[in-house]
């Protein structure tokens, strides 16, 4: 029998849905080994265990932070694991114990977001590469969500060459009511999740607002916390004039699903993902997609959403158009997108996961 740290700090974050489903069905996968959760203390409710091989501990370091590399290592080596799966790569550098990281992907190194203090975030950057290069080192191994970070993580250290394994996510399709959000379009396009400077959200606005010219009544839900890059969105589009935009702020998954089930379309103009979970979950209820072609996201969804260069406006734009005016292509997306989604599952990544984690502990 073993004891495995699991840093789940990030578990109502962005990204925590990964971290929250990993836990769920580990808990099935492994009945032996026992397992330390560890999450901060505002999160300690956010999830029980079932299994009574797995707790909860809090752990208030922020990441990037001198806490997290004196404070968080020195709560680590007390806890005296035999394996620590640190879910994203901010963790103490020092830390000597044996350790699995994921990578989801490398945008901290790559973008800017034009929100953040510009001293304060290339300082956070700066201090990004060093502890990215430092974790590949001294990890057993590195998780990925996919091929295409795989790569990026080899090509920015050669030491990841042999340690890297790429794990697909999943996404769920609830079967819980869904609930109807109260929005004033007949019909419109959506588009959920963050709204960072990369995840190309004016230039969707844009294409957008050339669409209205042919579809007049046409609606652009975006989904998402009013953070200062949706309120700087906002602004932008206010600014310009631009009409039958409507920013929901935070909104109870329930809502969330039920626009992605009556939206027109999903479209995703990420300009960099590691994986595109949001694309899924729309294909399972029922919604096209319409996606980038960037990075990752031909690997995720195959032949079962309709791609468009990001960075090209009226190429968006004729995207969505060819979605929006030709039910025969529409209807392929919805029962492709069907397909697609059965290729991915929960369980499979924290079966691999887990086979992970043995393999590190007996290396």
């Known amino acids: 029998m073993s004891h495995i740290v699991i840093d789940a700090r990030i578990i109502n974050s962005s990204t925590g849905t990964y971290v929250e489903r990993l836990l769920h069905y580990l ?4 009945r032996v080994n026992d397992y330390t959760v560890l999450v901060p203390t505002k999160d300690r409710l956010f999830w029980r265990p079932t299994a009574k091989n797995f707790t909860v501990k809090t752990a208030d370091y922020a990441n990037y932070s001198f806490g997290e590399q004196l404070g968080f290592k020195k709560f680590l080596d007390q806890l005296k694991p035999d394996l620590v799966h640190f879910c994203m790569p901010q963790q103490p550098v020092f830390y000597k114990g044996k350790s699995v990281t994921t990578i989801h992907d490398l945008t901290l190194l790559r973008t800017y977001s034009s ?5 304060m975030f290339h300082f956070k950057q700066l201090v990004g590469f ?6 590949i080192s001294k990890s057993i191994y590195i998780i990925t969500d996919t091929l295409f970070v795989q790569k990026e993580v080899v090509d920015f250290s050669k030491k990841a060459i042999n340690k890297t394994v790429p794990i697909y996510l999943s996404a769920d399709v ?12 007949k019909r419109f396009i959506l588009y959920v ?8 959200i004016r230039r969707l606005g844009d294409a957008h607002q050339n669409l209205l010219k042919k579809y007049p009544e046409l609606g652009l839900i975006l989904v998402g916390r009013k953070n200062a890059s949706a309120l700087k969105n906002e602004a932008y589009f206010t600014s310009n004039n631009y009409k039958n935009i409507l920013f929901t702020g935070f909104i109870e998954n329930a809502q969330r699903d039920w ?21 899924l979950e729309a294909m399972g209820y029922g919604a096209p997609v319409i996606s980038s072609l960037a990075t990752c ?3 995720v969804y195959g032949k079962a959403a309709h791609y468009f260069d990001p960075y090209d406006i009226t190429d968006i734009e004729r995207a ?9 292509l529409r209807d392929d997306l919805i029962q492709k997108g069907y397909e697609q989604l059965k290729k991915y599952s929960w369980l499979r990544m924290a079966k691999q996961t887990h086979d992970v984690y043995i393999k590190a502990l007996k290396s």
Not at 27 to 30: H, K
Not at 130 to 135: H, I, L
Not at 174 to 185: D, M, R
Not at 320 to 328: A, E, G, K, R, T
Request: net charge negative.
């Open 259 to 279: 626009l992605f089930k009556e939206s027109a379309a999903y479209v995703f103009p990420s300009l960099m993902e590691g994986f595109g979970l949001p694309g």
């Open 27 to 30: 808990q099935q996968v492994d």
């Open 320 to 328: 969505i158009d060819d979605v929006l005016s030709n039910d025969s």
């Open 297 to 299: 996201l031909p690997e």
């Open 130 to 135: 060093f502890v990215f290069k430092r974790v």
């Open 115 to 119: 929100d953040k203090n510009w001293l």
């Open 174 to 185: 609830t079967s819980t009511a869904l609930i109807p959000y109260e929005q004033p379009y």
């Open 193 to 200: 999740g963050q709204q960072s400077d990369y995840k190309n």
